[in-house]
């Protein structure tokens, strides 16, 4: 394609050539970038998902992975060009046993790998970008993810770049919605009947508040009496927001809980010992 546009006379200048076929690939590559972010904005919303967000997180994975893989192959297209600009024989590298060496020594078969399971998570939709996930030990939200590999980005700011071949196990803490977990103690001195209605009291208030009941699918209520500490007794609570305010939702809800047991005369008691002093013997006459 390059050969037939820059044959004329008018490029016979080497550098130039190369110059103008770099620009056009450029302006190729916007060109279908645009159209290929259209085109899958339509194919996406044909299907049908449980909100926007969804919908917003499936278009922007699927755009990312197709707009990587027409860089990849535009500009394959122009370093084959420029190579042959410069005379080099094709044909003759690509079949000689020292390149298929290279391939083979800079582990070919582990890129494979890296492809195939990224076809599978992104055919999957086993995560998307803006998906909060734990991989391989690393946790954080999903910024990118291409056929070879995903790009996490933890709360301190740090970047992990995790080959999809590598990827054995996914923890997905945002798909279709988030689960809230709350852990408070009493002490042993406090009613627990009275502290299991004001836990379920403050979840229903928050639920009904205007800023945060778009936020809560299922309001925050007792789960159960979870276990006996050395100074507390320890309560569970549960409930379902949409994805990732569980953080946010859990953080409120904890500030207001705090004040009603304050306001009721719940305690939430200090970590406490007893101490035992062993008798002194008296001593044998």
């Given at each position: 394609m390059?050969?037939?546009?820059?044959g004329?006379?008018?490029?016979?200048?080497r550098?130039?050539?190369?110059?103008?076929?770099?620009?056009?690939?450029?302006?190729?590559?916007?060109v279908?970038n645009?159209?290929i972010?259209?085109?899958v904005?339509?194919?996406?919303?044909?299907?049908?998902?449980?909100?926007?967000?969804?919908?917003?997180?499936?278009?922007?994975?699927?755009i990312?992975?197709?707009?990587t893989?027409?860089?990849?192959?535009?500009?394959?297209?122009?370093?084959i060009?420029?190579?042959?600009?410069?005379?080099?024989?094709l044909?003759a590298?690509?079949?000689?046993?020292?390149?298929i060496?290279?391939?083979?020594?800079?582990?070919?078969?582990?890129?494979i790998?890296?492809?195939?399971?990224g076809?599978?998570?992104?055919l999957?939709?086993?995560?998307?970008?803006g998906?909060?996930?734990?991989?391989?030990?690393?946790s954080?939200?999903?910024?990118?993810?291409t056929?070879?590999?995903?790009?996490?980005r933890?709360?301190?700011?740090s970047?992990?770049?995790?080959?999809?071949?590598?990827?054995?196990?996914?923890?997905?803490?945002?798909?279709?919605?988030?689960?809230?977990?709350?852990?408070?103690?009493?002490s042993?001195?406090?009613?627990v009947?009275?502290?299991?209605k004001?836990?379920d009291?403050?979840?229903?208030?928050?639920a009904?508040?205007?800023?945060?009941?778009?936020?809560?699918?299922?309001?925050?209520?007792?789960?159960?009496?979870?276990?006996?500490?050395?100074?507390?007794?320890?309560?569970?609570?549960?409930?379902?927001t949409?994805?990732?305010?569980?953080?946010?939702v859990?953080?409120?809800?904890?500030t207001r809980l705090?004040?009603a047991?304050?306001?009721?005369g719940?305690?939430?008691?200090f970590?406490?010992?007893v101490v035992h002093?062993?008798?002194e013997?008296?001593s044998?006459?």
């Open positions: 390059l050969d037939f546009l820059f004329s006379a008018l490029f016979d200048n550098l130039t050539r190369i110059i103008l076929a770099i620009a056009v690939l450029a302006i190729i590559q916007m279908v645009h159209f972010g259209r085109l904005e339509k194919a996406v919303r044909g299907h049908h998902y449980k909100s926007a967000r969804e919908e917003k997180q499936r278009e922007d994975t699927l990312g992975l197709f707009r893989a027409l860089t990849v192959v535009l500009w394959i297209v122009g370093i060009f420029i190579l042959q600009e410069f005379g080099v024989n044909a590298l690509a079949t000689g046993a020292g390149l060496g290279i391939v083979v020594g800079f582990g070919a078969q582990s890129m790998k890296d492809f195939l399971s076809m599978f998570i992104i999957e939709n086993q995560y998307r970008v998906d909060v996930v734990t991989i391989g030990g690393h954080g939200l999903v910024e990118n993810v056929i070879r590999m995903t790009k996490l933890d709360l301190d700011g970047v992990y770049f995790v080959p999809n071949g590598e990827i054995t196990t996914v923890r997905n803490m945002t798909l279709e919605y988030s689960g809230v977990i709350i852990e408070v103690g009493i042993y001195d406090s009613d009947e009275q502290a299991k004001l836990i009291q403050v979840g229903r208030d928050m009904e508040d205007a800023d945060w009941k778009d936020r809560i699918i299922e309001p925050i209520t007792f789960l159960r009496l979870d276990s006996f500490g050395d100074s507390s007794v320890n309560l569970m609570a549960v409930g379902k949409i994805p990732i305010e569980q953080w946010n859990a953080g409120e809800y904890r705090k004040r047991f304050d306001k009721n719940v305690e939430i008691p970590p406490q010992r002093y062993a008798k013997q008296k044998k006459k």
